[in-house]
């Protein structure tokens, strides 16, 4: 028996995940012949440490092991957080996203700067420019696309400050370049 759906692994997480003070961002389930994957993507507004996601696998697989629908099919459990290329969809990404460098695709341009406060259907976004940075705001509705760009260098001071700093509880990027903690854990049925 392979294991369930991504509905199904969803509708058996939901409640755990929420409890525990995550979001559950995506799960993705991929079957390699008697062997499947199943990855719990979660994050939170302070993100998430290598012990919490260790803890939460633990949870995890106890819920899997109770659940008659994994049957004795062998399965890695992988539980991680969202990556840097992870597109901003959500107003909680946007706010976790704070003094971060963005890529925004716009209907008629694209433009990089800097995430700062988020308004009601609105961002504040501090752009770059010749004669010091400014800030635009522009309707979450209007984005076709946002990605996190990644930082080699320290941040503007200024863009920073205009952005309204990093979102509480989650670091500078010039302090980390990847956030994107995982624990895998094989387990045979």
Same mark, same amino acid.
């Given at each position: 028996?392979?294991?369930?759906?991504?509905?199904?692994?969803?509708?058996?997480?939901?409640?755990?995940?929420?409890?525990? @003070?995550?979001?559950?961002?995506?799960?993705?389930?991929?079957?390699?012949?008697?062997?499947?994957?199943?990855?719990?993507?979660?994050?939170?507004?302070? @993100?998430?440490? /290598?012990?919490?996601?260790?803890?939460?696998?633990?949870?995890?697989?106890?819920?899997?092991?109770?659940?008659?629908?994994?049957?004795?099919?062998?399965?890695?459990? =992988?539980?991680?957080?969202?990556?840097?290329?992870?597109? /901003?969809?959500?107003?909680?990404?946007?706010?976790?996203?704070?003094?971060?460098?963005?890529?925004?695709?716009?209907?008629?341009?694209?433009?990089?700067?800097?995430?700062?406060?988020?308004?009601?259907?609105?961002?504040?976004?501090?752009?770059?420019?010749? @004669?010091?940075?400014?800030?635009?705001?522009?309707? /979450?509705?209007?984005? @076709?696309?946002?990605?996190?760009?990644? =930082?080699?260098?320290?941040?503007?001071?200024?863009?920073?400050?205009?952005?309204?700093?990093?979102?509480?509880?989650?670091?500078?990027?010039?302090?980390?370049? =990847?956030?994107?903690?995982?624990?895998?854990?094989?387990?045979?049925?």
């Amino acid at each position: 028996m392979p294991v369930p759906p991504k509905e199904r692994v969803i509708e058996l997480l939901s409640d755990l995940v929420h409890r525990q @003070g995550y979001d559950l961002e995506d799960v993705a389930v991929t079957l390699a012949g008697k062997h499947s994957v199943v990855r719990v993507m979660v994050d939170s507004d302070t @993100g998430l440490d /290598l012990d919490d996601v260790a803890e939460l696998s633990r949870e995890i697989s106890e819920i899997f092991d109770a659940a008659s629908e994994f049957g004795e099919a062998p399965y890695t459990l =992988e539980v991680t957080s969202p990556g840097i290329d992870r597109p /901003l969809t959500e107003e909680r990404h946007w706010r976790r996203a704070r003094g971060r460098k963005v890529r925004i695709d716009l209907a008629d341009e694209s433009l990089t700067g800097r995430v700062g406060m988020l308004g009601d259907g609105v961002i504040a976004i501090v752009l770059p420019g010749k @004669g010091g940075p400014s800030v635009r705001e522009i309707a /979450l509705a209007d984005i @076709g696309k946002a990605v996190v760009q990644v =930082e080699f260098s320290p941040a503007n001071e200024r863009e920073l400050e205009l952005a309204g700093g990093v979102a509480e509880g989650r670091v500078d990027s010039a302090q980390i370049d =990847e956030t994107d903690f995982q624990v895998d854990e094989e387990v045979e049925g």
